[in-house]
């Protein structure tokens, strides 16, 4: 890194957002001073396939990486891993770091994406107690499950469905999976596609236990106890959960930005409350041009877009964001790509192929 303290950009966040913004305000500005601070020890990479490909050998992880270091310092991007920021002041335009250094900016990017939301667990567990986010959990989880045994995955939505079938498909594991609701996915999959989905799970062995909604995990004669409110209980040795996401917004709150639903609300541009300071990924909540409604989403490709966006804003451009964000999900030999607001509580319509074998659900929000 050089030994400049000032950056005309200063990116937080070492993800695809920030990624992004950085490839985006290189392709305006050839100059200016780019820092991006991550706060895990990698340079920005591929999330998806933590949960996905890495386990059943499609992806490999010297395949993650979104660049090589070469490429980043071709691009004149300095990179500082590890460091995670603890202050911003907005009066200063100064960003400080648990590492003790302070970084003075023109234009600042927020892009910290989150953190999975946490089960209280005793400390005496917690070694055997999982979730994925980053890839230290990825290669933590990963040796686990190279010792099998009885496994309870916890979670309804994209990364417990996901988790479900990447482990029920390692050798040595008796996977049991719990979720809220009537089946995986069950907040977007309308019934028809949910039972097939559920048929598919407990097809491929998987102990599918429906209605479930967690009420404390335990150590028992060496064992765990994964218990719920209805009071059936299960016995396993470790447990592994996504039971979704919270936005890292410590940092807004103390900039005082204006927030919505959770996160950083900004404009079509990506610029929050402070002129000088704008938001993407998951933490940024942009008026949708479509519905007309602010929106905050939690998906790699919309952190990519919105990245790209407030990258160019950044820059001096001054289009408006104008992005559908698609999200993807693989269960099995199922593939899913959606567009939109997708819930099973909207009105469904559902067009199948003559074999059955695909189809497309359009859902419905007054007669749209």
């Known amino acids: 890194m050089t030994t400049y303290d000032y950056f005309d950009y200063l990116l937080v966040g070492a993800g695809p957002a920030a990624a992004a913004a950085a490839v985006a305000i290189r392709s305006k500005d050839m100059v200016g001073r780019i820092l991006m601070l991550g706060a895990e020890t990698e340079t920005p990479y ?27 310092t071709a691009l004149k991007v300095d990179i500082v891993l590890g460091d995670p920021v603890t202050n911003l002041d907005p009066q200063q335009r100064t960003l400080s770091t ?36 980053t890839l230290a959990d990825y290669r933590r989880l990963r040796t686990q499950a190279a010792e099998g045994g009885k496994v309870v995955v916890i979670g309804g939505g994209f990364l417990g469905a996901e988790l479900a079938v990447a482990l029920s498909q390692q050798q040595g594991l008796d996977v049991h999976y719990a979720v809220s609701g009537d089946g995986p996915l069950a907040q977007i999959l309308p019934p028809v596609l949910l039972e097939k989905v559920s048929a598919r799970y407990r097809a491929a062995g998987v102990q599918l236990e429906t209605q479930k909604t967690l009420q404390e995990i335990r150590a028992e004669g ?35 930005l204006k927030m919505a639903l959770g996160g950083i609300a900004v404009d079509a541009q990506m610029r929050s409350s402070d002129p000088h ?22 998906h790699w490709d919309n952190a990519e877009a919105t990245g790209h966006a407030a ?45 059955g074998a695909q189809a497309v659900i359009y859902y419905l929000q007054d007669r749209r």
């Open 98 to 133: 648990s590492a003790g250094k302070t970084y003075h900016y023109h234009k600042s990017l927020l892009a910290m994406g989150g953190r999975p939301r946490q089960l209280t667990v005793p400390v005496t567990i917690q070694d055997r107690v999982f979730t994925l986010r």
């Open 46 to 72: 591929q999330r998806p396939p933590l949960s996905k490909g890495l386990w059943l050998g499609k992806d490999k992880e010297a395949n993650l990486p979104l660049m090589s270091n070469a490429d980043w």
């Open 222 to 256: 060496g064992r765990l106890v994964v218990r719920f409110e209805d009071g059936h209980a299960l016995n396993c040795d470790w447990v592994v959960y996504g039971i979704g996401m919270e936005p890292n917004r410590a940092l807004a709150d103390v900039a005082d």
């Open 277 to 298: 300071i704008w938001a993407a990924g998951d933490l940024a909540t942009y008026p949708d041009p479509v519905w007309g409604t602010p929106v905050r989403l939690e």
């Open 311 to 355: 990258g160019l804003a950044m820059a001096g451009e001054t289009t408006s964001f104008a992005h559908q964000s698609l999200f993807y999900s693989d269960i099995y030999e199922f593939g899913f790509e959606a567009v939109g607001i997708c819930r099973s509580s909207m009105e469904c319509r559902t067009a199948l192929s003559p074999d």
